[in-house]
């Protein structure tokens, strides 16, 4: 569905992406919403937001040769932002069902892409 709309792109080290997809595919087959299952997608949630944070929101900063002092404040904003949404996905996914599960586990899927290959 996102590919029939407009959208932004962040980057992701391969390794994460490499985990998240297996992280999906564990997590589909076990099919239950269970704590460990909740614990495994709040932490992959987590990383996932912290590495778009840091590129929508460093990223520029660092390409323009932001001071010390900029990144730092930068980076105190996005860690409070950061916390926020974490207390958040966690309230969200303790009240998971495995229909939720599923549904999420979708989205992820649906919001990861392979690097394009150089035409």
């Known amino acids: 569905m996102l590919k029939q709309q407009s959208h932004i792109v962040a980057p992701i080290p391969d390794e994460l992406r490499t985990r998240a997809l297996y992280t999906v595919n564990e997590l589909r087959e076990r099919?239950?919403?269970?704590?460990?299952?909740?614990?495994?997608?709040?932490?992959?949630?987590?990383?996932?937001?912290?590495n778009g944070l840091d590129f929508f929101f460093l990223?520029?900063?660092?390409?323009?040769?932001?001071?010390?002092?900029?990144?730092?404040?930068?980076?105190?904003g996005i860690g409070s932002m950061l916390k926020g949404s974490?207390?958040?996905?966690?309230?969200?996914?303790?009240?998971?069902?495995?229909?939720?599960?599923?549904s999420i586990l979708d989205f992820i899927e649906e919001i990861i892409h392979e690097p394009e290959s150089a035409s």
Do not use: C, Q, W, Y
């Open 86 to 102: 974490k207390m958040v996905v966690h309230k969200v996914l303790k009240k998971l069902d495995d229909r939720s599960l599923a």
């Open 59 to 76: 990223e520029p900063l660092r390409r323009l040769n932001a001071s010390s002092m900029m990144m730092g404040m930068a980076r105190m």
């Open 31 to 50: 099919g239950k919403a269970d704590k460990e299952a909740i614990d495994k997608l709040f932490e992959l949630i987590v990383e996932m937001t912290d």
